[in-house]
Nanobody, 122 residues
Framework: QVRLVESGGGEVQPGGSMRLSCTASGFNLGSHVMGWFRQLPGSEREGVSSIDTSDGTTYYHQSVKGRFTISRDNAKNTIYLQMNNLGPEDTARYYC???????????????WGEGTPVTVSS
């Protein structure tokens, strides 16, 4: 049974940093593209960042380039999202996802975590 479990969400002040983790079970990293979406209530889920766990190729949404860094530890079956210089616009529920395909859109994901909340507020 495949599971994706996120951790690391919470509340942070503007300009602060936070690191999200997502640990996969039921499959080994190296065979999937994994990453993060975020969603506000009433809004569509937005692709934030992804990483090809076989070769490390990364993708970032334009709004997070230069602030967020995605990485993976295949030995721990875990990916990370380091988020720096956070702003209120980053407030959302962040979901870990995985796919064997190459299109980073919600409808193409094979697996989802339950999400972790990130709140950026003073």
């Amino acid at each position: 049974q495949v599971r994706l479990v996120e951790s690391g969400g919470g509340e942070v002040q503007p300009g602060g940093s936070m690191r999200l983790s997502c640990t996969a079970s039921g499959f080994n990293l190296g065979s999937h593209v994994m990453g993060w979406f975020r969603q506000l209530p009433g809004s569509e889920r937005e692709g934030v960042s992804s990483i090809d766990t076989s070769d490390g190729t990364t993708y970032y949404h334009q709004s997070v380039k230069g602030r967020f860094t995605i990485s993976r530890d295949n030995a721990k079956n875990t990916i990370y999202l380091q988020m720096n210089n956070l702003g209120p616009e980053d407030t959302a529920r962040y979901y870990c996802a995985a796919t064997m395909g190459g299109i980073w859109r919600p409808q193409y994901m094979a697996y989802w975590g339950e999400g972790t909340p990130v709140t950026v507020s003073s």
